[in-house]
């Protein structure tokens, strides 16, 4: 891959993910660590990202708009969004998360006498003239970027929700099944309604294994379900799957 190539595909992941490891980047596009390396300190003497330790980061006031990121890998999020839309049973209470996927998944429900607990605004708008489902939005403090609340307020309301599944997104699954993100106001209500859901269905593209973030946000074991496509990092399915997780290929 040519250098230029390269450091356009580096900063797509960074910025797509927030974060992300030499390691993880040389695996995916078939280059050296120390060829990364040196690719990361010409991108943060330019300006683009941050070199760390191990890795890269985004700059903090560099959020992707909602819209631009959901027109990233669409048909691999839309082929997610329907098959998990099918684990939905009628008169189920679901909690769905931000992202551009579960924003797909709220268009599928449209119509379906089913209750909807989220704090994503791109889920409210999905179905806030809709007759047929109940829906519950979660109040707390908005993160415009990301069309999403966040906050005390959120967390607390988590608490009082007893949901029949949650359908969570993330910034990616590590090598060893590991759930992470990377934004800090997000994995603490990624966490609640976890706890706060009978079954937890994870919908991830395959463009996020192995994957990359700097924050844990649960381990393979929390998991129930992964709804994903096919080509996602075989390893890293293998060790969800001998935790004890579903995976299922859209």
Known sequence: ML????????????????ATSV??????LGVSPST????????DRDGTL????????ADADTDRPFAEVACVDEQD?????????????????????IGTTTMRLARRLRGRRVTVVTSSLAVLDALRTDPEVELLLLGGMVRRPYHSLVGVLTEAALSQVVADRVFL????????????????????????????????????DRHKFPGTGALRVCGA????VIVTNAGADEPTLGACAAAGVEVLLA
């Open 3 to 18: 250098q230029r190539l390269r450091h356009a595909e580096i900063m797509r992941r960074v910025r797509l993910s927030g």
């Open 23 to 28: 390691r993880d980047l040389a695996s995916q």
């Open 36 to 43: 990364i390396r040196r690719d990361l300190e010409v991108l």
């Open 50 to 57: 941050r070199r760390v330790r191990g890795g890269a980061l």
């Open 77 to 97: 999020k839309e082929a997610v969004a329907d098959r998990a839309a099918q684990l939905v049973r009628d008169g189920d209470v679901v909690l769905l998360d």
């Open 169 to 204: 997104g993330a910034s990616g699954v590590r090598p060893d099944g590991q759930l992470v993100d990377t934004t800090l106001a997000e994995v603490p209500l990624k966490r609640a309604m976890i706890a706060a859901a009978e079954q937890v269905v994870l919908l991830v």
């Open 221 to 224: 074991e929390d998991i129930d």
